[in-house]
């Protein structure tokens, strides 16, 4: 692999020691880019250790970093890959190292690694105004699709009883990810969110929400309500990844995960929607959850999404 100037050498991949390294360039990058984008004055916070935990065993041999001279993290990848699905997030290259290609070669080792480990759909997410990350990715070969559109709405509405979860007491843990992976595959073959809902369960980090028809698994939803942001209380539930057979399976997994936001008594139900799907995205305006952010979906070119075969399956491409 091409190396960049100034002594800088990687990827290296990531341990748990690196955490606080890693928030330090995540929060100082993300700053610069906000207040090069004209949101001057937002300072981006650290993230949770608990979710950088997540990032760095969801992403294994992908969890990327790259190293200075003299040691220190001038940048990193996390990158993931779902069965068949690839994608990067989050990136970041120290404000004083960028302007080097240290993010070009970044962005390339992380496309090689999905390519060596089978993947077919490899993309990442950036926002729709930053129009120089677009023409960068793109000068990398990617190139731009849909939005995702973060939807969020207040939690209130309950239903019947207590919804089906993967952590229940109540039947094996095992069965019912077999049983998630198996409409997911259905769906959208070759996409796999196993270890997704098994890390999110083994960090209790929040829990996967799970809806049958006649005893079968018609639609499932795996969600975190950990807070994002490091000292912060926890307010929300954050759909990640959702499978659904179809559109009144998908209707009542929404309401079933806004019946767990209750239940763990958070504020509001938040969903970062792939605007693909044009049915479900406006089912759930009509639900009452309002646009509260938009992110731009770039693929490589010859490893693009999959056409989903039926049904409702979306995937949220950061942590």
Wanted: proline share 4%; aromatic share 6%.
């Amino acid at each position: 692999m091409w190396r960049p100037e100034r002594g800088l050498r990687g990827p290296e991949r990531v341990t748990l020691r690196d955490v606080d390294a890693l928030n330090r360039v995540f929060s100082e990058a993300f700053t610069d880019r906000y207040s090069r984008d004209g949101l001057v004055g937002v300072r981006v916070p650290h993230l949770n250790p608990l979710i950088w935990r997540y990032a760095i065993e969801d992403a294994g041999d992908g969890a990327m970093i790259w190293r200075d001279g003299d040691g220190e993290i001038a940048g990193f990848n996390m990158v993931h890959r779902s069965g068949t699905e690839g994608w990067m997030g989050p990136l970041a290259v120290r404000p004083d190292r960028q302007g080097e290609r240290l993010g070009s070669a970044m962005v390339q080792g992380g496309i090689e690694w999905l390519k060596s480990e089978g993947a077919t759909t490899i993309g990442l997410e950036t926002m729709p105004r930053t129009v120089d990350n677009i023409g960068f990715y793109s000068r990398l070969g990617l190139l731009p699709g849909h939005l995702t559109v973060t939807l969020v709405r207040e939690a209130g509405r309950r239903i019947g009883g207590q919804p089906e979860r993967l952590g229940d007491d109540a039947g094996s843990v095992d069965a019912r990810l077999d049983e998630c992976r198996a409409l997911t595959a259905r769906l959208q073959p070759g996409v796999d969110f196993t270890r997704e809902l098994a890390l999110t369960h083994e960090l209790s980090l929040g829990d996967t929400t799970i809806v049958r028809r006649a005893g079968r698994v018609a639609a499932f939803a795996l969600w975190h309500s950990a807070p994002l942001a490091a000292g912060r209380p926890r307010d929300e539930v954050r759909l990640l990844k959702l499978a659904a057979e179809d559109l009144e399976a998908f209707t009542e997994l929404v309401d079933a995960v806004q019946a767990a936001a209750e239940t763990e008594r958070l504020r509001r139900v938040s969903i970062r929607c792939q605007a693909a799907f044009g049915d479900a995205y406006a089912q759930l305006i009509r639900d009452g959850f309002r646009v509260h952010w938009t992110d731009l979906r770039m693929t490589l070119a010859g490893y693009r999404e999959a056409v989903t075969r039926a049904g409702v399956v979306m995937s949220n491409w950061e942590i």
